[in-house]
């Protein structure tokens, strides 16, 4: 009696039935330490507030020395019989745990991430700290667009081909053989392997023709190249746009109606002027002259397409007739906007381009 006496003052009442029981009926001393840990433990999981205070609470619960496996070792006081039981009822105790633990991270994993969103986040809706400058369109890209929706609206289809082109292609379908004179005004870059860098984009038709049937109505614009001295007003890599149509019947006042309206279009009801003049792939040929500002500027090259051009691409020139006419960007864009010198095109200025 002494001894048990000594033992309750070290135990509350609570804990002195318990080992009162565990001594008479150990499976039920088991099974209702089970059932009050699970109790416990599902009530501290749910008011855990942190990740870190709930893996606190599954190291004390479920960790390999938790009170769960405190009381599993106590499965040796059992018989046979009753180890099942205690141990199925173990079981149901875990899986309680382990639930309630998992429902818990998923909602304290949910709170942190939504409080980090509301901690981040941005008012859209509010002026920005620094001011950031707008793109604006480059001069030359101005001109080329404007240029495309006035022909894409005349009925032209936009064409374009590979700016490394062969021999064939710039010159030779284009009326112009080697031992021809006119080749001298386009000298080129040539390339190991016999290609060349295209001098016009009037290869782009021949490319387009030999694709398709007439009719035909296509403006195409492009980088080109040539061997200039680079100055003032030349450039060794510039832009063309180069329009053609293929029909029967088209004649040359076709051509300058179309001239006309496209021209009138960009620079305004202005005079205008042909000039006869000679380009290998136009016969008759001619350039376009604006007064612009009391003088006359030359803006433009036409003429009807050459017999053997139509020849070269397989039409047959007794049944179609075309015409065809081209201009250089940086031209139209020089007298537009006022620019003395070509090279301001290219040097990305921001003092020059924040005009445009």
Same mark, same amino acid.
């Given at each position: 009696m002494?001894s048990?006496q ?7 009442i609570?804990?002195?039935? @318990?080992?009162?029981?565990?001594m008479?009926?150990?499976?039920n001393?088991?099974e ?6 699970r ?5 501290a ?5 942190t990740?870190?205070r709930?893996e606190e609470?599954r ?19 059992l ?7 205690i ?13 309630s633990?998992?429902?818990? $991270?998923?909602?304290l994993?949910?709170a942190? @991430?939504?409080?980090?969103l509301?901690?981040?986040t ?5 002026p ?5 400058p ?6 030359l890209?101005g001109i080329?667009?404007r ?6 609206g005349m ?13 064939y %292609? ?5 009326n ?10 386009q000298?080129?870059?040539?390339l ?11 290869? *782009?038709?021949i490319?387009y023709?030999?694709?398709?049937? &007439?009719?035909? $109505? ?6 080109v %190249?040539?061997k200039?001295?680079?100055?003032a007003t030349?450039?060794?890599v ?9 029909d ?10 179309? @001239? ?6 960009i620079?305004g009801?202005? &005079?205008i002027?042909f ?6 792939f136009?016969e ?8 612009w500002?009391?003088r006359w500027?030359? *803006?433009?090259g ?12 397989? %039409?047959?020139?007794e049944?179609?007739?075309g015409?065809a ?5 940086e031209r ?9 010198? @070509?090279?301001?095109? %290219? ?10």
């Open positions: 002494t048990v000594g033992r309750c003052c070290k135990l509350s609570a804990q002195a039935r @318990i080992n009162n029981q565990q008479s009926n150990p499976e001393d088991l209702a330490q089970l059932n009050a840990l109790t416990d433990g599902e009530n999981i749910r008011s855990a507030d990740l870190d709930l609470l190291v004390n619960y479920l960790g390999k020395k938790g009170q769960l496996s405190v009381l599993l070792g106590s499965m040796g006081k018989s046979a019989e009753e180890r099942p039981k141990g199925a009822a173990a079981n149901t105790v875990k899986e309680a745990l382990q639930s633990l998992d429902k818990q $991270r998923t909602a994993e949910a942190k @991430i939504q409080a980090q509301q901690a981040e941005l008012d859209v809706t509010m920005g700290i620094y001011e950031r707008q793109g604006r369109i480059h001069p890209n080329i667009d240029a495309l929706d006035i022909f894409v009925g032209y289809t936009v064409a374009q081909g590979p700016e490394m082109e062969t021999d %292609y710039n010159f030779e379908a284009l112009t053989p080697a031992d021809h004179p006119a080749r001298d005004m000298d080129t870059f040539y190991p392997d016999g290609n060349l860098l295209r001098t016009q984009t009037s290869c *782009v038709q490319r023709m030999e694709a398709e049937e &007439p009719p035909i $109505r296509i403006v195409a614009p492009g980088r %190249y040539r200039d001295d680079v100055d030349h450039s060794a510039f832009h063309q746009i180069e329009l053609l149509a293929i029967e019947g088209l004649t040359f006042t076709d051509l300058k109606g179309t @001239i006309k309206e496209f021209l009138t279009s620079f009801d202005l &005079p002027r000039r006869a003049s000679y380009f290998p136009t008759p040929s001619a350039e376009v002259d604006l007064q500002n009391g500027l030359e *803006v433009m036409c003429g009807m397409v050459d017999p053997n051009v139509l020849n070269a691409v397989g %039409y047959d020139p049944v179609y007739t015409f006419a081209g201009f250089g960007v139209f864009a020089m007298v537009l906007h006022q620019m003395d010198d @070509i090279r301001r095109l %290219y040097t990305s200025d921001l003092r020059f381009l924040k005009q445009f």
